[in-house]
């Protein structure tokens, strides 16, 4: 079973940047699809990034393409979401995903195995 911690997340100006981060404990990292979901205030957890075991393949919702990067680093246990150009839409709780099959756009928050605590991510205008 693998565990999920995140960090990096904060406040940030419109325009800013932010690196999230996600260590992942668990000997089975490897074997995972990772990727980031996050929830506004009042709405619902949406999927915003993803990639699979290997890092070949990557998808993002539209709203971010262009802005956001997910990476993931195997030897550290960790994938990260680097974050440019940063919308007040951004603002959320972001949260780290994990999954034994890939994960795309459209994997419901349902699928999801193992999940992180979250990391609050504020875009001031």
Excluded: H
């Excluded at 995972?32 to 070949?56: C, D, H, I, N």
């Excluded at 974050?83 to 795309?104: G, H, I, Q, R």
């Amino acid at each position: 079973q693998v565990q999920l911690v995140e960090s990096g997340g904060g406040l940030v100006q419109t325009g800013g940047s932010l690196r999230l981060s996600c260590a992942a404990s668990g000997r089975t990292f490897s074997s995972y699809s990772m990727g980031w979901f996050r929830q506004a205030p009042g709405k619902e957890r949406e999927f915003v990034a993803a990639l699979s075991w290997t890092g070949a393949s990557r998808y993002y919702t539209d709203s971010v393409k262009g802005r956001f990067t997910i990476s993931r680093d195997n030897a550290k246990n960790t994938v990260y979401l680097q974050m440019n150009n940063l919308k007040p839409e951004d603002t959320a709780v972001y949260y780290c995903a994990a999954t034994p099959s890939m994960m795309t756009t459209t994997t419901s928050m349902n699928s999801v195995e193992v999940w992180g605590q979250g990391t609050l991510v504020t875009v001031s205008s």
